[in-house]
């Protein structure tokens, strides 16, 4: 291949091409340190100044007021499945869930490991192909917080109604943070793996209100919030290079117009593909109600593995690679994150629609 390819893979997924050519730049000698960013201290005035600029940036793009913390752990999302539970949870050891796919069970797993969690609504008995609605009724007034995936990167679903509730609300926002405006303020905590909107894998970013930690004792240091916090992310050695590349991605978005035109941009994007599915005889998007649709993630079939298996392989030749669905799925799965380019949407949507003439 001798062009960049157009690679709809839900995560590790795409960077914007300037940000690898910048990072390209810097490799050898970052800022005449004589150093690679991977080779500075993490206690160096180089590496305090990206990290400062990280979480600066970060602020800025996503609005985030100031009695929220900002913090760069690592472990994935996968981690704050328990961490954020084991930080969070109240006395009463209550915590509510909302279970909208694969990845919200593997948060309940977690959390049912640490205390008493109830499920106040469930999209299963159609493979989670919508989104829930939640009765206020159902959640616990005494439960420390209730937890929801804000984009199901399997199932192609996403939160637009926030549930109704003066507990707080937790989200695990990996596959939609910084692809939409949200308001920070309306969120106890927000966790993200990096791997999708932000950066390479590595770091993992929570978005935290301040008076919701530091209220345990006994927790272990590098599991509790508190620890990173007082020492700016840096209580051990931090994913230094991750950082500095969530960095330039930070930068980058900001020189674009912020999440506000991302937004707009992955309507767009969103929008066309969409469209081709629908429009198409040999294909149907998981997701039918358009409110409930993803803008990052959207799988979609047709009934015949053949044709399936088709599409894949002729898409490839094509340049649109990375578009086989999830194994739980099956069929195909478009993530179209920030990173990928409105033109590499409009490839998609064009083949989808010349191979339906072609084939149905
Ligand atoms: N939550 C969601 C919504 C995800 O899409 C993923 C990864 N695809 C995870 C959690 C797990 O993330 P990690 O691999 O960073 O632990």
């Not at 900002?70 to 930080?87: I, T, W």
């Not at 500095?244 to 969103?270: D, T």
């Not at 069929?331 to 990173?339: K, V």
């Amino acid at each position: 291949m001798t062009h960049r390819a157009y690679n709809f893979s839900a995560g590790p997924a795409m960077l914007p091409e300037p940000v690898l050519t910048k990072a390209a730049g810097e490799m050898l000698n970052y800022k005449g340190s004589g150093m690679s960013v991977m080779e500075l201290s993490h206690r160096s005035g180089w590496f305090s100044e990206i990290m400062d600029d990280a979480q600066g940036l970060l602020r800025e793009l996503m609005h985030i007021p100031d009695n929220y913390r900002v913090l760069f752990l690592q472990g994935g999302a996968s981690l704050q499945f328990l961490m954020a539970p084991m930080n969070l949870m109240n006395d009463s050891k209550k915590m509510d869930y909302v279970n909208t796919g694969a990845w919200s069970k593997k948060a309940i797993a977690e959390a049912k490991k640490l205390g008493d969690v109830k499920v106040v609504a469930d999209s299963s008995d159609k493979t989670f192909s919508y989104i829930p609605s939640i009765d206020p009724a159902e959640i616990r007034k005494d439960a420390a917080f209730i937890h929801f995936t804000f984009n199901n990167t399997i199932y192609g679903t996403r939160f637009t109604d926030l549930p109704q509730t003066n507990i707080p609300l937790i989200t695990d926002m990996s596959s939609g943070i910084l692809s939409e405006v949200i308001d920070v303020s309306d969120y106890g905590l927000i966790y993200a793996g990096a791997q999708k909107n932000i950066g390479p894998a590595g770091v993992t970013i929570v978005i935290v209100r301040d008076d919701l930690i530091g209220k345990k004792e006994h927790l272990p240091s590098m599991l509790d919030y508190k620890k990173y916090a007082d020492n700016n992310s840096m209580f051990n050695t931090p994913p230094t290079y991750a950082i500095y590349m969530a960095k330039l991605v930070f930068e980058h978005l900001k020189e674009q117009g912020g999440v506000e035109a991302m937004e707009q941009v992955n309507r767009e994007k969103a929008r066309m593909v969409y469209d081709e599915i629908d429009n198409s005889k040999l294909f149907r998007a998981h997701v039918a109600g358009e409110k409930d649709r993803s803008l990052m993630n959207i799988p979609f079939f047709s009934d015949s593995e053949e044709i399936n298996s088709r599409f894949l392989s002729e898409a490839e030749n094509q340049g649109l690679l990375t578009l086989k669905g999830h194994r739980s799925v099956g069929g195909m799965r478009a993530s179209i994150y920030n990173a990928m380019p409105l033109e590499g949407c409009r490839k998609l949507a064009d083949f989808i629609k010349k191979f339906d003439a072609k084939n149905a």
